[in-house]
């Protein structure tokens, strides 16, 4: 059996990348509108590997990420999630705080949590885009469902989504999200992982839509 | 003169000799299990996904799986001549890192932590260290010198010597 990972190609990844960048100009739209203040949103890469090498994209795998984990239902399933590393989520925050943003806390919840749910929200808004942008390049009706929020190193976190099926290999598409807010550059990663049954549905959705809209 | 050390990450096992270390990090619900021979210092580690090879029609590496996981360890250290009298094994993870409402009863971590005590007492290897379950992630090193076990968390916790 082969131990290949590389379950897309070269030419599907790049228009998963154009895919992306244009996802990323509707993303710095809502994401204005939430947090009333000009927003630019760069995205430096989008990377294609093995959803257990993930943590290989942070400067430090070991260190502690917020993270915002939403399922994905629909033409493809998996999990999605939205990850701010430790050292930029304060100044998120403290954005989303001028704004306004983020329920009060609610009795019995952890102060770290209640601060949090600005991160949440973030999330929420930013994976319903991107769902978009692949919906209306690929024709894929993917939603996603309730986020939760965890704060740990990034493997442990990924680890349930992928477990259930560990004896295939999966791909994850990681999207850097680069906010540049004033002077604040707050770099983020939003993953895909699409369910080992969902790849081929993918692949064929990327190779039908790459057809209708051709090569440059 | 550095000594080398041997990462695993989920589905991974590894057997080696003392004054090797073994290592593997970011363990959320998988469960990293060490066996150990005291005499010979010799032992293996395994990186746990599931409870039970049963569920996979034997699809996958023997180490995803509990079961097949700690047979396998067992089989590499009894053939270099391990013996079952000086074995101990330990293990750390299991945790549940999100608190969520999948309600279908225990999360996957309780079940692989249920798994490899249930499979140590088959095969009759004492545990003699266990850090497991809460909330966080973690990270094992095992030192083959002294069969040590030392789990870290990412602040979460102070770090266990087991």
Known sequence: MSKNTQLFTEEQIDFLREMMN?????AATALQQLLQCPID????RVHVLPAAQVSSILDNPASLVACVRMGMVGDIDGAMFFIVPEEYTKKLISIAEKA???????PGQKHEEGDFSAVVEIGNILSGVYLTAIHDFCGLNIYHTIPVLAIDMIQPLLDE???KTSFQIQTAIAVENELVVEEHHIRTLLLIIPSPESIKPMIDALGQAKKAYGSA | MAQRNITITMGEGAVTNAPQIISS???GSCVVVTIYDRFKKMGGMAHIMLPDSNSANGRGSPYHYADTAIVTLLGKLYSRGALLQDIVAK??????MFIC????GPGIGKQNISSVRRILGRERIPLSGEEVGGSYGRNV???LDSGKVIVTTAGKKEDVEL
């Open chain 1, 41 to 44: 949103l760069i995205i430096p």
């Open chain 2, 91 to 96: 293990m750390a993870g299991g945790a549940q």
């Open chain 1, 100 to 106: 306004q943003l983020g329920i009060s806390k609610l």
């Open chain 2, 141 to 143: 090193e095992f030192y």
């Open chain 2, 101 to 104: 409402s999948n309600g279908s």
């Open chain 2, 25 to 27: 990090q970011g363990i």
């Open chain 1, 22 to 26: 244009i996802g990323a100009g509707n």
């Open chain 1, 161 to 163: 989504a992928l477990v």
